[in-house]
T-cell receptor, first 114, second 113 residues
Framework: NAGVTQTPKFQVLKTGQSMTLQCAQD?????MSWYRQDPGMGLRLIHY???????DQGEVPNGYNVSRSTTEDFPLRLLSAAPSQTSVYFC?????????????FGEGSRLTVL | GQQLNQSPQSMFIQEGEDVSMNCTSS?????WLWYKQDPGEGPVLLIA?????ELTSNGRLTAQFGITRKDSFLNISASIPSDVGIYFC?????????????FGKGTKLSVKP
C-alpha cells in the first residue's frame, strides 16, 4: 500500500540548475497535482492533471513544467532553479477527476536553492 | 482569486481541553474539507463536507459546513498530545479549474503535556 511516492525527499540545488521531482501513485487515480508549501502561505497549486496526456496550470506555475504520459506518474520539472523556489513540494492524487477534494498526499520533497 | 481566512493562526492548549478553529471566505464553496499535517509529513484528510449545514464527526473531531456556504469550523474535543500539527481548511467548487482546492494558511496546534 505505497499510495503516493515522491522522490527525492531532500535536494539542494544551485541557482540555474534544473531538476525533476518524481511522483508516482499506485491507486489508479486520474487526478494528480503538485503543491508547494511555504511558511505562513499554506498550500498553493502549481500544476495539475485530470488524466494521462492532460495538464493545466494552477495558481503558481511559473518556473515549473509538468507532463503526464502515464496514469501513475506526474513529474515536476524545475527549468532553471531560483532561490524563490526553495520550498516543500507535495504531490497529491484523487480518485475523482471532477470532485477532486479528497486528496492523498505524498510525504513531500524539501528543496533548497542556493 | 478566492481566498480563505483561517483562524486562529496558532494555539496552545492544555491536554484535555476542547479546540475550535474556523475558516471563512468571501466566496461560496460546494465542498469544505479539513486536513491535518503532522511534522515532516504530507496532509491527511480528516473530514469532507458536501452540503450546507452538514455536521460531520470523525472520532473526537466535528466539522460543520456553514449554512451560507462561506464558512466552516472544526472542533476537537478532549485534546491529546498527538493532536499536535497544522490543520488546514480547504474549499472547492466542482469542475474545470474551479475544481481545484483553495487552502487556508493553517492553524498550528500545540498541546502542553
Amino acid at each position: 500500500n505505497a499510495g503516493v511516492t515522491q522522490t527525492p525527499k531532500f535536494q539542494v540545488l544551485k541557482t540555474g540548475q534544473s531538476m525533476t521531482l518524481q511522483c508516482a501513485q499506485d491507486m489508479n487515480h486520474e487526478y494528480m497535482s503538485w503543491y508547494r508549501q511555504d511558511p505562513g502561505m499554506g498550500l498553493r497549486l502549481i500544476h495539475y492533471s485530470v488524466g494521462a496526456g492532460i495538464t493545466d496550470q494552477g495558481e503558481v506555475p511559473n518556473g515549473y513544467n509538468v507532463s503526464r504520459s502515464t496514469t501513475e506518474d506526474f513529474p515536476l520539472r524545475l527549468l532553471s532553479a531560483a532561490p524563490s523556489q526553495t520550498s516543500v513540494y507535495f504531490c497529491a492524487s484523487s480518485t475523482n477527476r471532477v470532485n477532486t477534494g479528497e486528496l492523498f498526499f505524498g510525504e513531500g520533497s524539501r528543496l533548497t536553492v542556493l | 482569486g478566492q481566498q480563505l481566512n483561517q483562524s486562529p493562526q496558532s494555539m496552545f492548549i492544555q491536554e484535555g481541553e476542547d479546540v475550535s478553529m474556523n475558516c471563512t471566505s468571501s466566496s461560496i464553496f460546494n465542498t469544505w474539507l479539513w486536513y491535518k499535517q503532522d511534522p515532516g509529513e504530507g496532509p491527511v484528510l480528516l473530514i469532507a463536507l458536501y452540503k450546507a449545514g452538514e455536521l460531520t464527526s470523525n472520532g473526537r473531531l466535528t466539522a460543520q459546513f456553514g449554512i451560507t456556504r462561506k464558512d466552516s469550523f472544526l472542533n476537537i474535543s478532549a485534546s491529546i498530545p498527538s493532536d499536535v500539527g497544522i490543520y488546514f481548511c480547504a474549499g472547492q467548487n466542482y469542475g474545470g479549474s474551479q475544481g481545484n482546492l483553495i487552502f487556508g494558511k493553517g492553524t498550528k496546534l500545540s498541546v502542553k503535556p
